[in-house]
Nanobody, 126 residues
Framework: QVRVVESGGDSVQAGGSLTLSCAASGHTYSSICMAWFRQAPGKEREGVAAIDEDGTTTYADFVQGRFTISQDTGRNTLYLQMHDLKPEDTATYYC????????????????????WGQGTLVTVSS
């Protein structure tokens, strides 16, 4: 059974940086694509960035070059480096152990394996 645990969320000022981590276990060795999602208060969860088994990355348009997704060699840990954070980035961030369309740049819950962790909260103040 796939299990993910996110960490690294914090409260920061606008323009600040954070790095999120996701420890994944279970059947992640067979995962082709992993991703980060986020859910802002009152909004649907949305995909942020995805990375395939070869390290090819895809980002949602709103990232605008500010975030970098990466993974460790064993693909057991997923990272999201975030720079130039904005108040609109405030959300609970989740990682997905498998995403079915790695390169779309636009993901919803239907595009991901239903094995969500508790997420990690990022709060950006202006």
């Amino acid at each position: 059974q796939v299990r993910v645990v996110e960490s690294g969320g914090d409260s920061v000022q606008a323009g600040g940086s954070l790095t999120l981590s996701c420890a994944a276990s279970g059947h992640t060795y067979s995962s082709i694509c992993m991703a980060w999602f986020r859910q802002a208060p009152g909004k649907e969860r949305e995909g942020v960035a995805a990375i395939d088994e070869d390290g090819t990355t895809t980002y949602a348009d709103f990232v605008q070059g500010r975030f970098t997704i990466s993974q460790d060699t064993g693909r057991n840990t997923l990272y999201l480096q975030m720079h130039d954070l904005k108040p609109e980035d405030t959300a609970t961030y989740y990682c997905a152990a498998e995403v079915y369309d790695c390169y779309s740049g636009s993901w919803t819950d239907d595009d991901a394996l239903d094995a969500w962790g508790q997420g990690t909260l990022v709060t950006v103040s202006s």
